[in-house]
């Protein structure tokens, strides 16, 4: 986690306050996590860590490709919680390509569809539902299925 700042050239004191601060703000632990190899800890803990180194250098803009995806159901929902704490207490703006789209409209506050490499619609979640593009309407039929699913 202190790659970042290392190549930033931050002071070794000031990197550990950043991984300690990172690691409490992800909820892992500093004195049982800090020291620790990526093959040491559980999927949850390292895509954690992964949010976390992020975050070390205070970017403005956050991009996350696909990071929920490689984890159980209840892994998954935890985090995109704790995602969608994060994001709100650090006021960050956050790019996250995913292709659930339960996932999009749980943390997103714009949607962005791209269909044959183009961006077909962009919208709060309110309009990505009135979207007329055939794409869109397939997509939220997945939704509908998805939530009908879980109400059985």
């Not at 190899?37 to 250098?57: D, F, K």
């Not at 539902?129 to 509908?144: D, T």
Request: hydrophobic share 40%; aromatic share 8%.
């Amino acid at each position: 986690m202190g790659l970042v700042p290392s190549l930033e050239r931050w002071k070794p004191l000031q990197i550990k306050a950043r991984v300690w601060e990172l690691l409490q703000l992800v909820g892992l632990e500093p004195s049982v996590y800090a020291k620790r190899y990526p093959q040491q800890l559980s999927g949850g803990q390292r895509q954690r860590v992964g949010v976390a180194r992020a975050l070390a250098a205070d970017p403005p803009i956050l991009l996350l490709d696909e990071p929920f995806g490689a984890l159980d159901p209840i892994t998954r929902l935890e985090l995109q919680q704790e995602f969608h704490r994060l994001r709100t207490k650090l006021n960050k703006t956050a790019i996250f390509v995913t292709h659930d789209v339960g996932e999009a409209f749980r943390l997103g506050t714009r949607i962005g569809l791209m269909y044959e490499g183009e961006l077909v619609v962009m919208g709060t979640p309110q309009e990505f539902r009135q979207a007329a593009h055939p794409e869109a309407r397939r997509f939220l039929q997945c939704l509908q299925v998805g939530l009908s699913l879980e109400e059985a």
